[in-house]
T-cell receptor
C-alpha cells in the first residue's frame, strides 16, 4: 500500500529558531499533500494544502509566513516552522493522496517541542 | 463554515459488546467519509471509508452507514476486543475534494477485558 514517510519524528528546538519537517510519498506520486496539527487529546486540524509546483493554500488563521510550505516535487513536501515559539509545540502530521486515487495516507508525525 | 460533529467523546464497552460512534456533517457537497483509528502517539490509520453513492459498507467486524439526507454517518464495531481501544476520528470531505478532510473531534474507545 501507499507509504508516507515523515521526518524527523521528534525535534526539540530553541525559541526563535526554525525547524523543517519533510513529508515524502515513497511509492507513489502525490500532486497534493496536506499538513495537519494535532494538540494533545485533540482532533487533527488542517493547516494547509500543499500543491506541487504552486503556492500552498492556507486555512484561515494559519500564518503562511510562519509556516512555510514547499512542495517542490511530486514526492516531497516540506513544512518549515519559522521563528518557533513554545506555543508552536505540537504534533504535526502530513498526508498525501495518490494522484488519481482516493483516500489518503498519513505520515508518522513529528513531535515538535520548542523550549 | 463546514463542520463535523462526533459523538460520544468517550465510550467504554465490555469486550464482546458492540460500539457505535456517530458523526454529522454540514457540507452537503461532501462525498467521501473515512474513519481513522489513532493509537497513542501514532499516526491515524484508515480503517474504513464510504462514498456518498452507497449507504452501507462492511469489513469484518467494522461497518459504516451513511444517511446523506440527514447528513450523518456512523461507525459500528461488533465483538469488540481490547486491541480496538484507541481514538477514532470520523471525517468528511470538503466538497468534492476527498483529500481535503474535515475531522470530527474524536472518540476515545476503551474496551474492557
Amino acid at each position: 500500500g501507499a507509504v508516507v514517510s515523515q521526518h524527523p519524528s521528534r525535534v526539540i528546538c530553541k525559541s526563535g529558531t526554525s525547524v523543517k519537517i519533510e513529508c515524502r510519498s515513497l511509492d507513489f506520486q502525490a500532486t497534493t499533500m496536506f499538513w495537519y496539527r494535532q494538540f494533545p487529546k485533540k482532533s487533527l486540524m488542517l493547516m494547509a494544502t500543499s500543491n506541487e509546483g504552486s503556492k500552498a493554500t492556507y486555512e484561515q488563521g494559519v500564518e503562511k509566513d510562519k509556516f512555510l510550505i514547499n512542495h517542490a516535487s511530486l514526492t516531497l513536501s516540506t513544512l518549515t516552522v519559522t521563528s518557533a515559539h513554545p506555543e508552536d509545540s505540537s504534533f504535526y502530521i502530513c498526508s498525501a493522496t495518490e494522484t488519481g486515487g482516493y483516500g489518503y495516507t498519513f505520515g508518522s508525525g513529528t513531535r515538535l517541542t520548542v523550549v | 463554515g463546514e463542520n463535523v460533529e462526533q459523538h460520544p467523546s468517550t465510550l467504554s464497552v465490555q469486550e464482546g459488546d458492540s460500539a457505535v460512534i456517530k458523526c454529522t456533517y454540514s457540507d452537503s457537497a461532501s462525498n467521501y467519509f473515512p474513519w481513522y483509528k489513532q493509537e497513542l502517539g501514532k499516526r491515524p490509520q484508515l480503517i474504513i471509508d464510504i462514498r456518498s453513492n452507497v449507504g452501507e459498507k462492511k469489513d469484518q467486524r467494522i461497518a459504516v452507514t451513511l444517511n446523506k439526507t440527514a447528513k450523518h454517518f456512523s461507525l459500528h464495531i461488533t465483538e469488540t476486543q481490547p486491541e480496538d481501544s484507541a481514538v477514532y476520528f470520523c471525517a468528511a470531505s470538503r466538497g468534492g475534494s476527498q483529500g481535503n478532510l474535515i475531522f470530527g473531534k474524536g472518540t476515545k474507545l476503551s474496551v474492557k477485558p
